[in-house]
């Protein structure tokens, strides 16, 4: 069995800053990548940020100069940093990782968290 448990969600006034966390837990073997999405009301889930297990990342353009993605492999976590935050950033908030287990070390796949929600205020 593996876990995603998201944290950090919340109200946030317009300019304001938010950190979100995610913890994988379980019988991980090894974490690819580690993602976040987010879903709007009435809106597809979109990327926001990803990194690699090297630290390499990648940004949506919404949100490049304004959120950071970092991860701690020794905890299995990753983190956002959104600051300067919008009302347009107001969404639910998913982690993602592409990780294998124990029981299938060369086998990976995507598992999701429960989400988070976030909402900015004007």
């Known amino acids: 069995q593996v876990q995603l448990v998201e944290s950090g969600g919340g109200l946030v006034q317009a300019g304001g800053s938010l950190r979100l966390s995610c913890a994988a837990s379980?019988?991980?073997?090894?974490?690819?990548?580690m993602d976040w999405y987010r879903q709007a009301p009435g809106k597809q889930r979109e990327l926001v940020a990803d990194?690699?297990?090297?630290?390499?990342?990648n940004y949506a353009d919404s949100v490049k100069g304004r959120f950071i993605i970092s991860r701690d492999n020794a905890k299995n976590t990753v983190y956002l940093q959104m600051n300067s935050l919008k009302p347009e950033d107001t969404a639910v908030y998913y982690c993602?990782?592409?990780?294998?287990?124990?029981?299938?070390?060369?086998?990976?796949?995507?598992?999701w968290g429960q989400g988070t929600k976030v909402t900015v205020s004007s």
């Open positions: 993602n990782a592409v990780l294998a287990t124990l029981n299938f070390p060369s086998l990976t796949r995507s598992y």
């Open positions: 379980g019988n991980i073997f090894s974490i690819n990548s």
């Open positions: 990194i690699t297990s090297g630290g390499g990342t």
